[in-house]
């Protein structure tokens, strides 16, 4: 049995979001040293503020501040600190009510291990040096003593709100193609393309996937298929994606390979962007070390007619 393919998979992107009044108010205070919650019409003021009571659904924008120290409501602690987490070295994670609030905040606390942190303890907001209008303006939560802070009664009004934020979104994990994907990895090293076989419709699935997803059983008759194809459907692409040296417009597309009992998609070369069409016959280009083709060009082939690709998903 070949082995089972595995690799580290990172996917990031920057996620972009606009304020709300709400919201606006609360990260440029955190900005400006001044932690903000919400008012509800029954008196609860809600910490981080919300742009609708979670009861009753009813909007509201009444700002008022609260203070810098609060009491832990609950903790658990974080041996192993990971990317982007507030602090590198052990800490607890923590929700906080902060006084003068109804409800928690969560974020990090400082200490020096787990016997230093128990439910009830005081805290106060650590700010950090550079504050930009994010929830990281708060660098943490520290052990705290002294008397609760007075707010100074901010009214939640500021010069140059902060009305957007970019985050980084980053998710790493472990991914493993299992054992008909592993062989289909392994034979396109060969420049070769392989699926399998439905033993009950005879369909050749590319990329296999070990399994008929229609019949829904297993598949392991290894087919190859290709090397050309034929275009079943198209797009023209005319945003330049970031780190994609790709001069736009170009052309993504299905291919159904010769053989193959559903189309796979992949970018078309060779020809003017304006000239890709349904039923071009098309063959893949490699480049020195690839494991998968660059692209398709045309093979110079007569198209196909459409009946033989009409019913290929």
Known sequence: MPEVLKAPLVVEFPFTRSLGPVQSAFLTGLRERVVLGVKTRDGRTLVPPVEYDPV?????????????????????WNHEPRRDQPLDTPFAWVLVRLDG??????????????????????????????RAGAITDIAC???YDGEPAEPAGHSGEFDDAVTGIVAAARLDYTYSPGRAQSAYINALSDRRTVGERCPSCRKVYVPPRGACPTCGVATSEQVEVGPGGTVTTFCVVN?????LDIEVPYVYAHIALDGAGLALHGRIGGI?????????RVEPVWTEGARYPDHYRPTGEPDADYDTYKELP
């Open 272 to 280: 003017p962007y304006d000239q890709v069409r349904m039923g071009l």
């Open 141 to 143: 939560f520290e052990p």
């Open 239 to 243: 945003i330049k994606a970031k780190n």
């Open 56 to 76: 009753t659904a009813e909007e509201i924008r009444d700002l008022v501040e609260v203070a810098p120290t609060g009491t832990v409501t609950t903790w658990a």
């Open 101 to 130: 609030a109804d409800t928690a905040l969560l974020h990090a606390l400082d200490a020096p291990g787990p016997d230093s942190v128990h439910t009830g303890m005081r805290v106060r907001v650590r700010w950090a040096q550079e």
